[in-house]
Nanobody
């Protein structure tokens, strides 16, 4: 059974940093592209960033470009999202997702496996 578990969320002040982790179990993440998505209260889920199975290709939403960095360690079956210079508008539940096919569309429909999410709150 494919399972993704996110961690690393929390409360942080504007300008602060957090690193999210997503650990896969039940399958080898090596063959899967991965992505991070977020959903704020009352809003639709939106794509934040994605990474190819090898890690050679990455893509970011314009709203996080230059502040967030996606990476992966296939030996640890883990994908990361380093978030710097956080803003209140970055608040939301962050989800990790995986799929066999890599797409830079950042569309939730392009990812077949999902984690349960981790809450990120940016507030003073």
């Amino acid at each position: 059974q494919l399972q993704l578990v996110e961690s690393g969320g929390g409360l942080v002040q504007p300008g602060g940093s957090l690193r999210l982790s997503c650990v896969a179990s039940g399958f080898t993440l090596d063959y899967y592209a991965a992505g991070w998505f977020r959903q704020a209260p009352g809003k639709e889920r939106e794509g934040v960033s994605c990474i190819s199975s090898s890690g050679d290709s990455t893509h970011y939403a314009d709203s996080v470009k230059g502040r967030f960095t996606i990476s992966r360690d296939n030996a640890k079956n883990t994908v990361y999202l380093q978030m710097n210079s956080l803003k209140p508008e970055d608040t939301g539940v962050y989800y990790c997702a995986a799929d066999l096919f890599y797409s830079e569309s950042l569309a939730p429909a392009d990812f077949g496996s999902w984690g349960q999410g981790t809450q990120v709150t940016v507030s003073s």
